[in-house]
């Protein structure tokens, strides 16, 4: 018999949402109620069901009802959710999802887009632009860079055009093109065959590349002929001349392809991400000579507004857009030369962001005085859009994202970036009377910018909404009118309802995690800093809003690096630092992992690596990437221990006796998977006016694997039944499997018992994908001397599982390695030995060095926008014996 909530029938009322019988993923049929018009929090442990209830189960058939009166013809072009293992819901208004995820990845995409803010400045400059004379007006889609007649023709609207340049193709020119100087040339016997083709057409292969004419280099690299000549296969140069010249029956005939040629056609055609990812390697990203990285053709660079074209106007900061759109606004058109003074000096530190790439600048300078001139019409036209874009970005300021461009391209934002945008937009909307279901909205949040956060939901909230939050913070969780516990722990461990009611409640619920750190005052462990045991130096470190920046990492320590939201320590940490000491211990620089990224512009960042290099051996950088992109990667095969699972099964007296090896165990091997959904588990049923269903094969039923390879058990379960094993399940199952049961714990420890081994990498978390790679990484012997990067490690993590992850920090420190990470989250930088906080403000003004020492110090610094949150949590851990040890022989920075 299923437990009710106590009071459950009683607010069987007008305004409340009430949920009964809801199964979703580990929810254990439970029965809850929430108040309308309200915030709402929903806590728990990672994996508790708190998602499950508030995303899959509340958004899903909130959703499904509206869809419910959409014409069936629309239904196929929405992306619907499904519906939920849910009995009922009752008083459930319309609701809007703002969940995290990644910036679109289509390059294209951009902030102006994301906020809609592009169309209103198009239409800006279409109707109250200054046009040079004789030029006629040019329509909204004329200013857009993505429409055939906006686009700048010679980068397509891209703002860059990518090379294949003689350096990037032969890294090396002392090698000989049979020792593989070209690198760009294909692998294994593509690339043999083309070296053969030389030989024929008369070239050295044996000579440094360097020694051979430039004529010669350059048609090798450049040519665009493709000739078709014998091929002699295993002969050398002169064998094959001698075999020329007696006209001997070749190998084959062979077609020649310039290195260019072959790098720029196989990005462009081929299938395999792999092989596109290998020749955008020597492809070089340039800013565009023509439009000069703005995009767009050169009439419409011609008009301008307030002395600015729209290339500038789109790469000022929102903070300087709203600056130099106030006085237009306001309708002050008599102070523009004033505006104009402003706005192009803003332009020209917009433009500064951008690589020298020798293009035209079209800033207008006889357009300074024509701003006061526009005629009636145009003036009335001018006020109302600017009125409407200083409002917009209003709305974005006060969500903390002043120093964003609208054109940031969004694939670079931060998920956090991300759903605050979408956030403003909303706000912007004004819609009443709608459950705004939000996941994590602080996350990657300065304390500073969750004030301003709370302050856009107490907005909505007033506009007569309902706000749903799935949320970790525990200020966050203080200021909720209403608070649902789900846990008590995760995957089958959570799912129940451990409280619903005022946050003030929670503090009698003595098996909630939560409780003990919102009332129980969880502070960080008092305990003794460490010395450093040297310095990493970096020098002129210039990187986006970071100029000429001197900083000073201290080894074999626990770095955290703080400042608010765009305040530059991604750019120090993440770029700056990774790509030096990446180049100094010989790495190559790091590329995003999207199959359709294309070569990045190279802008040269300055800065060098001063002193203490020499005492690091490896640079280990652990972030949110997905650990893979199709169901096949999974938790079990990234760690490896599904290779040992394996040899297990493989290692049966059962499997011995049919000669099974390792690789029939594998869902990705013919021999042992189910052919009729090919190792996936389900197959896809299309619905014509309904969501595609995914439903489990109807051969396999979902076990992966066919019928023989089943039979094969070890320790009383098949493979597919291992699977599906969650790790702490496989802690117990593999106890004594010390090669499997290694893994296994450091997962359980890092806070990831309740996934499943076999749980697919498309459903992690990008928190929990960059849990699974530290996990990895601790697998290794530590022998010290390592320099670990994080990023934001705690997004997504209860405070509970925030722990569980510092121990395992701590420890690789403990083993003689330096651990540095980018945080917000403050009993973690209270914690830490020594902190580097970057600001004050956000863009161009931060990117300094604010305070830099220990927690107590930089708690005490008066211009840290961090020490106020710092000092909260340093005071309530004590400062504990030797706290100021790193102090001890540290450099200024």
């Not at 939920?84 to 008083?91: A, C, Q, R």
């Not at 359709?596 to 972030?623: C, F, K, M, N, Y």
């Not at 197959?683 to 094969?712: D, W």
Request: overall charge neutral.
């Amino acid at each position: 018999m299923k437990k009710r909530n106590d009071g459950m029938d009683a607010m069987a009322n007008q305004g409340f949402v009430r949920v009964r019988g809801a199964r979703e993923h580990n929810l254990k049929d439970i029965d809850v109620a929430m108040p309308r018009d309200a915030l709402v929090v929903f806590s728990g442990v990672s994996g508790s069901g708190k998602s499950s209830l508030a995303f899959g189960t509340l958004y899903a058939e909130a959703q499904r009802r509206y869809f419910e009166s959409v014409a069936p013809y629309a239904r196929r072009l929405i992306d619907q959710v499904g519906v939920p293992d849910v009995d009922d819901i009752e008083g459930l208004p319309p609701a809007v999802a703002l969940q995290q995820q990644r910036g679109t990845p289509g390059t294209r995409s951009s902030v102006g887009s994301v906020t809609t803010l592009s169309s209103l400045v198009r239409m800006l400059y279409s109707r109250a632009g200054s046009y040079p004379p004789g030029q006629p007006m040019l329509y909204a889609e004329d200013f857009s860079p993505n429409t055939p007649q906006g686009a700048c023709p010679h980068c397509h609207g891209l703002g860059k055009v990518y090379e294949v340049t003689e350096k990037t193709m032969v890294p090396d020119p002392s090698l000989t093109i049979r020792e593989r100087a070209i690198a760009s040339w294909p692998p294994a016997w593509h690339g043999q065959n083309l070296r053969d083709i030389l030989v024929t057409l008369g070239y050295d292969v044996d000579v440094p590349w360097r020694d051979l004419p430039k004529k010669q280099r350059d048609w090798i690299l450049f040519t665009e002929e493709q000739p078709v000549v014998p091929v002699y296969a295993g002969f050398t140069p002169a064998e094959t001349r001698a075999a020329l010249k007696r006209r001997t029956e070749p190998s084959y005939m062979g077609t020649y392809t310039g290195a260019r040629r072959y790098v720029l056609h196989t990005f462009a055609t081929t299938q395999s991400p792999l092989m596109k990812k290998r020749v955008s390697r020597y492809m070089v990203g340039s800013v565009c000579p023509v439009c000069g990285g703005k995009r767009l053709k050169r009439e419409a660079l011609s008009v301008t507004f307030a002395g600015v074209d729209i290339g500038t106007l789109a790469a000022m900061s929102f903070d300087e857009l709203a600056t130099t759109l106030r006085p237009a606004a306001e309708g002050r058109f008599e102070d523009a030369g004033t505006a104009t003074t402003r706005s192009r000096a803003a332009g020209k530190a917009a433009t500064a962001k951008r690589v020298a790439g020798g293009g035209a600048s079209h800033e207008g300078s006889s357009d300074v005085r024509r701003t006061p001139n526009l005629s009636a019409e145009k003036r009335i036209a001018a006020q109302r859009i600017a009125q409407d874009l200083v409002a917009r970005v209003g709305t974005l300021q006060a969500l903390g994202l002043g120093y964003l461009s609208m054109d940031r391209s969004s694939p670079t934002l931060s998920p956090g970036e991300l759903q605050r945008l979408r956030l403003a937009t909303q706000i912007r909307s004004n819609l009443f009377g709608v459950v705004y279901v939000l996941d994590e909205p602080s996350a990657g949040l300065h304390p500073a910018d969750g004030e301003a956060l709370l302050a856009a939901l107490e907005q909505l909230k007033r506009s007569g909404n309902t706000i749903f939050v799935v949320e970790h913070d525990l200020d966050v969780m203080r200021r909720a009118d209403w608070l649902i516990d789900v846990g008590p722990d995760a995957g089958e461990r959570g799912g129940e309802i451990l409280y619903s009611g005022p946050p003030e409640g929670l503090a009698k619920v003595h098996g909630s995690h939560t409780a003990r750190y919102l009332f129980g005052g969880h502070s960080v462990a008092s305990r003794t800093l460490r010395t450093p045991r040297g310095w990493l130096e970096l020098r002129g470190i210039t990187r986006n809003n970071l100029s000429n920046l001197d900083v000073a990492f201290p080894l074999g320590t626990f770095t955290a690096v703080t400042g608010i939201s765009g305040s530059g320590k991604s750019s120090l940490v993440s770029q700056a630092l990774v790509e030096l000491l990446g180049e100094h211990l010989g790495h190559e620089p790091s590329r995003p992992d999207d199959e359709d990224e294309e070569p990045s512009v190279l802008t040269p960042g300055g800065g060098h690596i001063h002193a203490g290099a020499e005492a690091i051996t490896r640079l280990v950088q652990v972030d949110q990437r997905p650990i893979g992109r199709t169901p096949r990667s999974n938790l079990a095969t990234y760690t490896g221990l599904f290779d040992q699972v394996r040899k297990l099964f493989a290692s049966t007296k059962a499997a011995k006796a049919k000669r099974y090896d390792a690789g029939r165990f594998s869902f990705n091997v013919a021999k042992g998977r189910c052919e009729t959904c090919e190792g996936e588990g389900f197959v896809s049923v299309e619905l014509l006016f309904m969501p595609s269903v995914y439903a489990p094969c109807p051969t396999c039923h979902g076990a992966r694997y066919n019928e023989q390879t089943l039979k094969i058990v070890w320790n009383g379960k098949n493979i597919a039944e291992v699977l599906r094993l969650t790790v702490e399940e496989a802690c117990e199952f593999f106890a004594d499997e010390a090669a499997v049961l290694k893994p296994l714990l450091l997962l359980r420890d890092i806070g990831l018992g309740y996934l499943r081994l076999g749980q697919p990498a498309t459903e992690l978390s990008g928190g929990e994908a960059q849990r699974i790679k530290l996990a990895t990484e601790l697998q290794r012997t530590q022998r010290g001397s390592n320099f670990y990067v994080l990023d934001e490690p705690t997004t997504g993590l209860h405070p509970s599982d925030v722990d569980k992850l510092v121990t395992q920090l701590q420890g690789l420190v403990d083993a003689g390695n330096t651990v540095v990470v980018v945080e917000h989250e403050m009993r973690v930088v209270a914690g830490s030995d020594w902190v580097i906080d970057v600001g004050p403000g956000a863009g161009a003004a931060g990117g300094r060095i604010v305070a830099s020492g220990p927690p107590t110090e930089v708690a005490a610094a008066a211009d840290s926008r961090t020490a106020p949150y710092l000092a909260r949590e340093v005071s309530r851990g004590g400062s504990g014996p030797g706290r100021d040890a790193v102090g001890a022989g540290r450099i200024g920075t």
